[in-house]
């Protein structure tokens, strides 16, 4: 499967306001790798910076990240493991960039996402979804930039432009919602390029400065089509759940 260049304890509640971030990149990867890499540094902006920022002092920020050698499931299913459940006002943002394959259970992808534990080399975006949802924060979103077929292509990406609003990001991430976000439908392409992901820099995009979206719009246009202008592939669709 090819991404296209076209994530021993005490279980204990979390307690407190927190947002907690997992980030998930595949920058190993021969051919994407480098332009995951442009991607991962625009979400860690918004994540580490853009997001505290314009919440504010009330939350502390948990952010973990898993690429390179620990690009893996593991290390994000043993700190779920100590978590029984999250805050009733924590917010959880979780980005996925990497391979993926159509998972015929969900219309979320199948994800290229080694299970060190078990031996398997992919795993359900659906069953991270599950997990997080599973331990009830008021607000989540969970971005998965992969592809649902096999192929190698290498499109253009536009750039994210302007600056981050802190009154955007608080205003959507004030609402208690849920959200599992598949970059492309089944059997479309996701693309990256030298100018990151071109799922996540739209993504990001409406949390900048002139979006001013209200919660439905901005589910709206996260999942409103992508123009690639390529002749198999003229536009990626996104495909959004809402879980609450």
Request: hydrophobic residues 40%; glycine residues 8%; neutral net charge.
């Amino acid at each position: 499967m090819t991404f296209l260049v076209a994530i021993n304890c005490f279980i204990v509640p979390v307690r407190g306001q927190t947002i907690h971030v997992f980030e998930i990149y595949d920058t190993h990867d021969r051919v994407a790798g480098p332009f995951i890499e442009v991607a991962a540094e625009q979400i860690e902006q918004f994540t580490s910076t853009a997001v505290p920022d314009a919440l504010g002092k009330a939350y502390r920020t948990v952010r973990k990240v898993y690429s390179g050698s620990s690009f893996e499931i593991d290390g994000l299913r043993d700190y779920l493991r100590s978590v029984e459940m999250f805050g009733a006002r924590d917010i959880v943002l979780l980005f996925y960039i990497g391979h993926g394959a159509d998972d015929p259970h969900s219309r979320l992808p199948m994800l290229w996402l080694p299970d060190r534990a078990s031996g398997q080399t992919q795993y359900a975006a659906q069953t991270i979804v599950d997990e997080l949802r599973a331990r009830r924060p008021r607000t989540l979103i969970a971005v998965f930039e992969a592809c649902n077929v096999d192929d190698n292509i290498v499109p253009p990406s536009p750039g994210t432009v302007a600056t981050f609003d802190p009154n955007q990001v608080r205003s959507i991430l004030s609402n208690s919602f849920g959200i599992a976000i598949a970059s492309a439908q089944e059997g479309q392409y996701s693309f990256v390029s030298s100018s990151g992901g071109i799922f996540s820099n739209k993504f990001l995009g409406l949390f900048r400065a002139g979006s001013s979206l209200t919660l439905s719009s901005f589910i709206a246009a996260a999942g409103s089509g992508i123009k690639i202008d390529l002749p198999r592939q003229p536009i990626q669709r996104p495909w959004v759940e809402r879980l609450w």
